[in-house]
């Protein structure tokens, strides 16, 4: 059964930077891509970036690039999120969600977004 | 990048109503459209990909349409156990965008 395992609570300091990750165990990366989502207390799902670990490619969202760094590590079966410059804005759940490759061809791959999610890292900015 | 509205942001409903759901992409996305079920304090859970394509192992009182830009997710008989907000998301290309989300509660 595939699982999403996510790391621990944080609690930081604003200015400070947070590393969350996530291990894909019973899977591989040869058929996924990891997407990170983000939800902010009492508030909506927000797509901060993702990365297809086969192809090498990394994706951000516009509010995120510059400040998220996504790497995949492949022997592992890990993706890591690095955030720097937290605000309190940044206070949220993080989820890495499993982004099912069900094709690839001309450079176009289909997906079937989001069908395993990790249980999510709550994280703190506190100022 | 494509801008997702969804509609409405919540709704209150009797069990065994029929209800639906809508989003309206920015521009044509094809069919790369999912939806998702988040029940308060869990993970969300796929429901719906490829704009029709019912994930396996849920019920068959969901189901999505639509294709381009515009999107609807139906539940054709509510249900208690679907008090929950949903959310769209369009996947074609990077980036990736939710809907705001439809909290759907009973009257």
Redesign the interface.
């Known amino acids: 059964q595939m699982q999403l395992v996510q790391s621990g609570a944080e609690v930081k300091k604003a200015g400070s930077s947070v590393k969350v990750s996530c291990r894909l165990s019973g899977g591989t990366f040869t058929n996924s891509a990891i997407s990170w989502v983000r939800q902010a207390p009492g508030q909506g799902l927000e797509w901060m970036g993702g990365v297809v670990p086969m192809l090498g490619i990394v994706n951000y969202g516009r509010k995120f690039q510059g400040r998220v760094t996504i790497a995949a590590d492949e022997v592992a079966t890990t993706v890591h999120m690095e955030v720097t410059s937290l605000t309190s804005e940044d206070t949220a759940v993080y989820y890495c969600a499993r982004d099912m490759v069900l094709r690839r061809g001309s450079g176009v791959l289909t997906m079937k977004p989001g069908d395993y999610w990790g249980q999510g890292t709550l994280v703190t900015v506190s100022s | 990048?494509i801008h997702i509205t969804q509609s409405p942001s919540s709704l209150s409903a009797s069990v065994g109503d029929r209800l639906t759901i809508s989003c309206r992409a920015s521009q044509a996305i094809g069919n790369?459209l999912?939806w998702?079920q988040?029940k308060p304090g869990e993970?969300?859970?796929?429901l719906i990909?490829?704009a029709t394509t019912l994930?396996s192992g849920d019920p068959s009182r969901f189901s999505g349409s639509g294709s381009g830009t515009d999107f609807t997710l139906t539940i054709s008989s509510l249900q208690p156990e679907d008090v929950a907000?949903y959310?769209c998301?369009k996947?074609d290309s990077?980036?990736?965008?939710?809907?705001?989300?439809t909290k759907v509660e009973f009257k």
């Open positions: 990048d790369s999912a998702y988040q993970v969300p859970k796929l990909y490829a994930q907000t959310f998301l996947y990077a980036p990736q965008t939710f809907g705001q989300g």
